[in-house]
Nanobody
């Protein structure tokens, strides 16, 4: 089993940037497709971005394309989410998650992810 812990959240003005990190322990991260999700107050958790085991393939929520970049450093057992041009609607708790199956295709659905971190709060002021 892998344990995930997010960091890097905080308060930022609209138009600003944050870099989230997701550190893994317990297992080697390169065995997992990794994803970032978010949940705003009163809303359902939604997919934000995901990256393949090698880092060669990514997928994004349409509203964050061109602003967010997911990456991974398997040597450091860490996944990142660089968030630029942040908007008030990006404000949420952000979670990283790991897909432990051996599927090759990135999935965007929550049920496909087996391990979750506790989340980190991102607040964007207008």
């Amino acid at each position: 089993q892998v344990q995930l812990v997010e960091s890097g959240g905080g308060l930022v003005q609209a138009g600003g940037s944050l870099r989230l990190s997701c550190a893994a322990s317990g297992r080697t991260l390169n065995n997992y497709i990794m994803g970032w999700f978010r949940q705003a107050p009163g809303k359902e958790r939604e997919f934000v971005a995901a990256i393949s085991r090698s880092g060669g393939s990514t997928d994004y929520l349409d509203s964050v394309k061109g602003r967010f970049t997911i990456s991974r450093d398997n040597a450091k057992n860490t996944v990142y989410l660089q968030m630029n041009s942040l908007k008030p609607e990006d404000m949420a708790v952000y979670y990283c998650a790991a897909d432990r199956t051996l599927r090759s295709n990135i999935q965007v659905g929550i049920p496909f992810y087996d391990y979750w971190g506790p989340g980190t709060q991102v607040t964007v002021s207008s």
